[in-house]
C-alpha cells in the first residue's frame, strides 16, 4: 500500500528556512513526477513546485527564486527547500507523487498535509 509521510513544518520569522520531506512508502514503485501543494485558509489549493523524474523543474511565479525542490529516486522522497520565507507562505503544504501502473497510467497519492506558519 503506497503512502505519503510528510514532515518540515512549522512556525519560523519572516526572512527564515524550512524544509519539507515527504517519503513514498512501497515496495517496487515507479514513481514519475512528484509535487507540492499549499492550501492557505480561505483558499484554493494552488500549486507550488513540481519535478519530473528527470529532473526538469517548474515553480509557481510567488516562490520563484525562493524555493528549491529536489528529489531522492533511491530513497522515492521529494524536498521542498524554503528560503527568504514571507507571512503570504503561511499555508498547510501537501505533497503529491504519481506511480506509474502499467504502461500507460498511474496513480496519484496525497501527503498528509503539514502546517508552515511564518510570523511578521
Known amino acids: 500500500q503506497v503512502q505519503l509521510v510528510e514532515s518540515g513544518g512549522g512556525l519560523v520569522q519572516s526572512g527564515g528556512s524550512l524544509r519539507l520531506s515527504c517519503a513514498t512508502s512501497?515496495?517496487?514503485?515507479?514513481?514519475?513526477?512528484m509535487g507540492w501543494y499549499r492550501q492557505a485558509p480561505g483558499k484554493q489549493r494552488e500549486l507550488v513546485a513540481t519535478?519530473?523524474?528527470?529532473?526538469?523543474?517548474n515553480y509557481a511565479d510567488s516562490v520563484k527564486g525562493r524555493y528549491t525542490i529536489s528529489r531522492d529516486n533511491a530513497k522515492n522522497t521529494v524536498y521542498l527547500q524554503m528560503d527568504s520565507l514571507k507571512p503570504e507562505d503561511t499555508a498547510v503544504y501537501y505533497c503529491?507523487?504519481?506511480?506509474?501502473?502499467?504502461?500507460?497510467?498511474?496513480?496519484?497519492?496525497w501527503g498528509q498535509g503539514t502546517q508552515v506558519t511564518v510570523s511578521s
Open positions: 519535478i519530473i523524474s528527470g529532473g526538469t523543474t
Open positions: 512501497g515496495s517496487g514503485l515507479s514513481i514519475g513526477s
Open positions: 503529491n507523487v504519481n506511480v506509474r501502473a502499467g504502461w500507460s497510467r498511474s496513480n496519484t497519492y
